[in-house]
């Protein structure tokens, strides 16, 4: 995990814990606005797909676990492939943290691949939920559409709101329960300082 | 700095807790005792200086290669760096059970 974030050119400290869940609890009260004024718009007909673009943006900038940015680093632990290098608006309008492809600013050691695999896990149990309650929306809606009859606009509606809220979740998930959990980050300079006054 | 001496001696102290590994360990004082800093000794194993954190904690359990890493590093047995059981500290050891007044005469 990256203790600092690099965006529109500035740096955040994200070495104390409070920053960090400061900033997941941002994200998830931006994406709940963001779903509810798309819902508001024209019911995610359309601008569903906007969720999926946000999740995309966010993970790129601020969460991370996927590519290049962002504070986790990659799950895979390997370098994004060059060959497939982000779009200039988001390096140079945003610009964002971006290291040089040398493999070990994205390699995950033991402890940190330990961690991810942990988030996953974590992840995964709230995700079922989710997945469970589209499976018995699909099937109340297939075999038993008198039960969701009151809803208004009809059930197919929240059924896709449903699955896109859950496929957006898991894609933030585990980058979300690493940054709630991993303590404060220690900073190199104050660790050099603490060796000073030893020798 | 004295917060901080006091913050690296904790793992070897017998009254506190393992950590969350349930392991003693040693890295912090051997890593005091030759100057090398966290970065330094994460540099060398190829980890995060964080994990050398909480190695030193004791609030991560370290896989066989890494704690051999140490090992190597250190050039110390494993069982010098690790244990089960709370460390004696080493001038215990070095010097025994001795008084002052012993070492006198």
């Known amino acids: 995990m990256r203790a600092e974030l690099m965006l529109m050119g500035r ?137 969701l009859g009151w809803l208004p606009g009809g059930p197919a509606v929240y059924l896709y709101g449903l699955t896109l809220a859950v496929v957006v979740v898991s894609q933030t998930l585990p980058q979300a329960i690493l940054l709630w959990t991993e303590p404060d980050m220690e900073e190199p300079d104050l660790v050099e300082m603490g060796m000073a006054g030893l020798s | 700095m004295y917060t901080q001496y006091i913050y690296v001696n904790e793992n070897i102290n017998p009254k506190d807790g393992p950590g969350e590994s349930g392991l003693f360990n040693r890295i912090a004082v051997l890593r005091a005792e030759r100057g090398v800093t966290r970065q330094q000794l994460a540099d060398a194993l190829q980890v995060n200086y964080q994990t050398i954190g909480f190695l030193e904690r004791g609030d991560y359990s370290p896989s066989l290669k890494l704690a051999f890493g140490l090992s190597e590093f250190f050039g110390l047995p494993v069982e010098a760096i690790f244990s089960r059981k709370p460390f004696q500290p080493l001038s215990e050891q070095v010097y025994g059970g001795r008084s002052r007044r012993d070492h006198a005469s």
Do not use: C
């Not at chain 1, 994200?14 to 963001?34: C, D, E, S």
């Not at chain 1, 676990?65 to 988001?90: C, E, M, T, W």
């Open chain 1, 11 to 147: 740096r955040w400290d994200m070495a104390p814990q409070t920053h960090r869940r400061t900033l997941v609890v941002l994200i998830y009260a931006a994406l709940a606005l963001a779903m509810t004024g798309l819902w508001l718009v024209d019911r995610w007909r359309v601008t569903g797909v906007y969720m999926i673009f946000a999740t995309i943006l966010i993970n790129r900038t601020l969460l991370g676990g996927y590519n290049f940015g962002g504070l986790i680093k990659p799950f895979s632990g390997k370098a994004p492939n060059r060959g497939v290098d982000p779009p200039p608006f988001l390096v140079l309008g945003l610009r964002l943290y971006r290291p040089e492809p040398e493999e070990n600013a994205y390699r995950n050691d033991e402890r940190e691949s330990q961690q991810r695999d942990h988030a996953h896990y974590n992840a995964y149990q709230g995700l079922t939920l989710g997945l469970v309650l589209v499976w018995l929306l699909a099937d109340w809606q297939a075999n038993a559409p008198k039960l």
